[in-house]
């Protein structure tokens, strides 16, 4: 089986799709296919579909969509496999999981194990191999998670939790790149994130720091001014002292901006 859920919703048995066409049955295989190989309770998935709005036929009209799913599965299901929709779709322990007994092949798994590996390997001071793990990783998405599912709650506290990965993701393959010196070619990236987060404290002090490293200091500081001013009207705050001490680096021309990454020892001073 194969599951795609970071971007349009994909899941496919013997290479069929097996994803329906209405709205709330995507939404329980997304929810279902987001936490494949454990159990999604019953009132979970009704908590997803309907939200504060539950009508008296809930339970059976999930019962519904559950059937409708399990038919799609034995479509796609090859001659004398011996497995049944309900092996691939189970009922669980008051809820449904999917693929109990059938290997997974997930790309949201894959990002994981991936973006994993990547993180210890900066723990480890490896910063090529962080940053070729952590850009496979981040090549796996194919625009917003689930960006073609309706979104109730449950499902929308996951996107942003794969979100918030994600950007960790890119923030930690970048401060990877940093170190192997490719602060040039991380200009025009880091500027199209800026301009997308220009609140984002983590992306404009990588900026400033690539700007600075390229041999442009005066534009490390622009950047600094423009966070500051977007922060003081928007929000009413100044920069982070981690920021501030990365612009008095970068004033007093401190030698430590060549050895070090934002993340790192200048900033935890």
């Not at 960006?147 to 923030?171: H, K």
């Not at 990236?189 to 720091?209: D, F, G, I, K, S």
């Not at 005066?218 to 100044?238: C, H, I, K, P, T």
Request: aromatic share 4%; proline share 6%.
């Amino acid at each position: 089986m194969e599951i795609d859920v970071l971007g349009p919703l994909g899941a496919r048995v013997n290479g069929m799709s097996i994803v329906p066409s209405a709205g709330k049955p995507r939404q329980i295989l997304a929810l279902l296919a987001i936490r494949a190989g454990r159990v999604v309770s019953v009132e979970t998935l009704i908590e997803e579909v309907w939200g504060d709005a539950v009508p008296r036929s809930a339970a059976p009209t999930l019962q519904t969509y559950i059937l409708q799913l399990r038919k799609k599965i034995t479509d796609a299901l090859p001659v004398n496999s011996g497995l049944t929709a309900k092996d691939i779709l189970a009922t669980s322990y008051g809820g449904y999981q999917l693929a109990p007994v059938e290997p997974i092949r997930c790309d949201l798994v894959e990002f994981q194990r991936l973006t994993a590996h990547g993180t210890r390997a900066m723990a480890e001071h490896a910063p090529h191999t962080a940053s070729e793990k952590l850009r496979e990783g981040l090549s796996l998405w194919r625009g917003n998670a689930l960006v073609d599912v309706p979104l109730g709650e449950v499902l929308r506290m996951e996107v942003i939790g794969m979100q918030e990965a994600r950007t960790r993701a890119l923030e930690l393959r970048i401060e990877a790149d940093l170190q192997l010196g490719r602060h040039a070619e991380l200009i025009g990236e880091l500027r199209m994130l800026v301009a997308q987060q220009p609140l984002h404290e983590n992306l404009c002090a990588q900026l400033m720091t690539a700007l600075y490293r390229a041999g442009h200091p005066w534009r490390a500081l622009e950047v600094f001014q423009s966070l500051r001013q977007s922060l003081v009207d928007e929000l009413g705050v100044e920069p982070s002292p981690r920021l501030q001490r990365l612009h008095r680096a970068i004033l007093a021309n401190d030698d430590r901006l060549d050895r070090f990454t934002p993340a790192q020892r200048l900033l935890s001073a």
